[in-house]
């Protein structure tokens, strides 16, 4: 079975809420749109003029997976995922019935958690501007960890960013982090990742009781005064990253660390002449390629 799900043509725009503690299984409230996914096969579109502004929490958010290990989930979740020409804008902000001192409101968030799939991911052409948080966040594990330590074994298998307009977030444009599961990711032909308060793209592989696996290609993408590095690729406790970087132009640095985990850059010895900006390996070995 599979459930097919669109969510088009919405302005959402004040929604009120309340901070959760993910430790205890709960979650915060006060989302533009929320989705939910823990059994069979879901086909979501979330497309042609959605407007998300000004809610309290984040803009979009899905946690595709059973975080918590408590519910019957006969076989793995499954998903093909498609977020397309919205605006998302000036998320995690106080509302009239709502305020909170917490970091948050991102403009899409996307948990992958327990034994989930996703199929494909294509997040394309939208406007994400000036989110409380990042512009888009994408976690492996993060909830699984939280709640019973198990970083999860989630598989990310096709994901896209692309043609999007993403500045002035708080922090990070995009974020992708794992600390457990495998993820195939392209981010391309972003025309703007730009002025954000952190770093225009950051990437961290980390390990645990599941250890991650993030492979990237990351290429055509312009990257103009973010706060901190154009890009940041990371490794940690057993994670591996490896990234293809090619054709970006930063006018920050790229900055890429082995700190305890596995670091691989494709075609290393002609990184920097590939790319406008510096780029800095710490630790990085040579690759041919990462898919």
Do not use: K, W
Request: include cysteine; proline fraction near 2%; aromatic fraction near 2%.
């Amino acid at each position: 079975l599979r459930d097919l799900v669109t969510i088009t043509g919405n302005t959402v725009t004040g929604t009120s809420g309340a901070i959760g503690d993910a430790n205890n299984g709960e979650f915060s409230t006060g989302e533009g749109i929320f989705v939910t996914h823990i059994n069979r096969r879901l086909n979501l579109t979330i497309a042609e003029g959605n407007q998300i502004r000004d809610n309290f929490e984040n803009g979009i958010v899905m946690i595709i997976g059973e975080p918590t290990g408590n519910l019957p989930v006969t076989a793995p979740p499954r998903a093909d995922i498609t977020i397309s020409d919205n605006i998302v804008a000036n998320n995690g902000i106080d509302t009239a019935n709502s305020t909170s001192n917490e970091s948050r409101g991102d403009g899409i968030r996307v948990f992958l958690e327990g034994n989930a799939i996703v199929n494909r991911l294509d997040i394309n052409n939208n406007r994400i501007i000036g989110n409380r948080d990042d512009g888009i966040q994408i976690s492996q594990g993060e909830l699984t960890t939280a709640i019973s330590g198990n970083g999860s074994t989630s598989q990310l298998n096709n994901a896209t960013i692309s043609n999007n307009t993403i500045e002035n977030q708080v922090q990070q444009g995009i974020n992708v982090t794992a600390v457990g599961g495998t993820a195939n990711l392209v981010i391309e032909n972003n025309p703007s990742i730009s002025q954000n308060g952190e770093e225009g793209i950051a990437i961290f592989a980390s390990g645990g009781a599941d250890t991650a696996q993030i492979n990237a290609n990351v290429r055509f993408n312009t990257l103009t005064d973010n706060l901190g590095s154009g890009l940041l690729g990371t490794t940690i406790n057993g994670g591996s990253l490896c990234i293809d970087l090619n054709r970006n132009n930063s006018n920050t640095n790229y900055l890429l660390t082995d700190a305890g985990g596995t670091l691989q850059v494709v075609n290393l010895g002609d990184v920097n002449a590939n790319n406008i900006g510096l780029v800095i390996p710490l630790g990085a070995m040579n690759a041919q390629n990462c898919f």
